[in-house]
């Protein structure tokens, strides 16, 4: 068990998916991510293997939750800032953690 202020420790936010790229250096298929989470954390890059579930043109303006506070990770030539968020389906393949609404960028969840 942790605390509510370890868990607070974590800091969640909403961002907006603003730019896709294929990452054929990758170990298991993933993709570039450029996800923009709002005046006071700025524009992040995330290594998330979505492309099972996603084509890169469905994923262009889609708000998702991410871990913004962890240390950058290097993935091979890219250095991603950001653990998005998700959630295995059925075949263990990603599924975006998303608000049920629109909800302005940089919300901390809470």
């Not at 262009?60 to 991410?66: S, W």
Request: hydrophobic residues 40%.
């Amino acid at each position: 068990m942790i605390s509510y202020d370890e868990f607070e420790k974590v800091d969640i936010r909403v961002g907006r998916i603003i730019r896709v790229e294929e990452f054929p250096q990758a170990r298991k298929p993933a993709y570039k991510l450029l996800i923009d989470f709002g005046p006071e954390i700025g524009i992040k890059s995330s290594s998330a293997q979505l492309t099972k579930n996603y084509a890169r043109e469905n994923l262009v303006g889609r708000q998702v939750l991410g871990v913004v506070n962890f240390a950058p990770r290097q993935i091979g030539p890219f250095l991603s800032e950001v653990l998005t968020l998700g959630l295995a389906d059925e075949n263990g393949h990603v599924v975006l953690v998303t608000p049920s609404k629109e909800v302005p960028l940089g919300g901390k969840l809470f």
